[in-house]
């Protein structure tokens, strides 16, 4: 009996000193739990949640969400100028945690 293969995540990680290219063609906010990585408690959080449609150059299915502040304000900025949605953004990620900080532009 063979183990099936895990398929890819249908979502984007970006890791910290790393960047990705993404093209995006849609976005909502949620309410999400998470764990506090510092008092180890759940809190409820507003993500930002955009639909990825090309990631690096790949056509793809997939979303790709945020919970910092300034990294949303950038973002709907973008989408209000009528900037972000079928451009090329280069997200780059630094820090981890809530020192996680994320550079945005338009590439």
Not at 10 to 37: A, T, Y
Not at 45 to 61: I, N
Request: glycine share 4%.
């Amino acid at each position: 009996m063979t183990t099936p293969e895990l398929p890819p995540p249908n979502f984007v990680k970006i890791l910290p000193g790393q960047c990705k290219i993404l093209v995006f063609d849609d976005m909502w906010f949620e309410k999400r739990k998470i764990r506090d990585p510092k008092t180890n408690r759940v809190k409820e959080v507003t993500a930002l949640v955009l639909h990825v449609v090309r990631e690096d150059g790949l056509e793809v299915d997939k979303t790709f969400s945020v919970v910092s502040y300034k990294a949303m304000q950038t973002l709907t900025a973008l989408a209000q100028r009528g900037w972000l949605y079928a451009r090329n953004i280069r997200i780059c990620v630094r820090g981890e945690d809530f020192a996680r900080e994320y550079q945005i532009e338009l590439v």
